[in-house]
């Protein structure tokens, strides 16, 4: 596992390209930010992580799938990374940002994903309550 990659991924380059045909210009893995995330829109207080199915346990995704060799080990890391994502959430909504998740099988269809990520990025994010 040390050889799996945690930034600058082949979906993670792919979704950059995406945002900056939209005509975005995101910094890339802020570090003072909870969970590092992936692209950050500091203006539109938007954060935008880039996750794999497979490790971050996208439901009812094909790619999702369990090992069959040492299956605690497995189900004890997923439910680890699953509840990691839930807290980092948690506490960018606190800070007053927005996490938007794009999942890697999503990239299969660039076009949807183009138009989903032109909504998600076109307002600013209010982080005053109403």
């Known amino acids: 596992m040390s050889r799996i990659r945690s930034r600058d991924t082949g979906p ?9 045909s939209l ?5 890339a893995n802020r570090r003072d930010l ?8 500091p203006k539109r207080k938007i954060v935008l992580f880039v996750h794999g199915c497979f490790w971050h346990r996208h439901a ?3 790619y999702a799938y369990l090992p069959k060799s ?8 997923f439910r680890a990374n699953v509840q990691r994502d839930r807290q980092v959430r948690k506490q960018l ?3 007053g940002w927005r996490a938007v998740v794009v999942w890697e099988c999503e990239l299969e269809s660039a076009e949807s994903l183009k138009t989903r990520l032109k909504r998600a990025l076109a307002t600013r994010h209010s982080s005053v309550a109403k």
Request: proline share 8%; hydrophobic share 35%.
């Open 12 to 20: 993670e380059r792919t979704v950059q390209g995406l945002v900056r």
């Open 23 to 27: 005509g975005f210009r995101p910094q």
């Open 34 to 41: 909870p969970g590092v995330p992936d692209l950050v829109f």
């Open 60 to 62: 009812r995704c094909k």
């Open 70 to 77: 040492n299956r605690a080990f497995w189900t004890s890391k």
């Open 93 to 95: 909504v606190r800070f």
